[in-house]
Nanobody, 116 residues
Framework: QVQLVESGGGLVQPGGSLRLSCATSGIIFSRYTMGWYRQAPGKQRELVAAITSGSGTNYADPVKGRFTISRDNAKNTVYLQMNSLKPEDTAVYYC??????????WGQGTQVTVSS
């Protein structure tokens, strides 16, 4: 059974930081491209950052220079370090695992709220 479990969300003031974690089980983690997506109320889900099995990364323009995605293959976990948070970063953040051949899995999401 595949499980992706996010943690680390919460309420933070503008300018603050949070670190999201996504612990996985049931997949060969090292083979998967891992991604973080977010969905704000009334908006479509969007890609925030992704990291390939070879640790190549890409970021959405709004988060470049503020967010960092990383992975620990020994712990089957992907992280998203979020710095200089803005109110517009408020959303539910979802972890995604993708492997060519139609293997795709999602976590349940974790709420991030940036507000004073």
């Amino acid at each position: 059974q595949v499980q992706l479990v996010e943690s680390g969300g919460g309420l933070v003031q503008p300018g603050g930081s949070l670190r999201l974690s996504c612990a996985t089980s049931g997949i060969i983690f090292s083979r998967y491209t891992m991604g973080w997506y977010r969905q704000a109320p009334g908006k479509q889900r969007e890609l925030v950052a992704a990291i390939t099995s070879g640790s190549g990364t890409n970021y959405a323009d709004p988060v470049k220079g503020r967010f960092t995605i990383s992975r620990d293959n020994a712990k089957n976990t992907v992280y998203l370090q979020m710095n200089s948070l803005k109110p517009e970063d408020t959303a539910v953040y979802y972890c995604n695992a993708f492997l060519a051949g139609n293997y795709e899995y999602w976590g349940q999401g974790t709420q991030v709220t940036v507000s004073s």
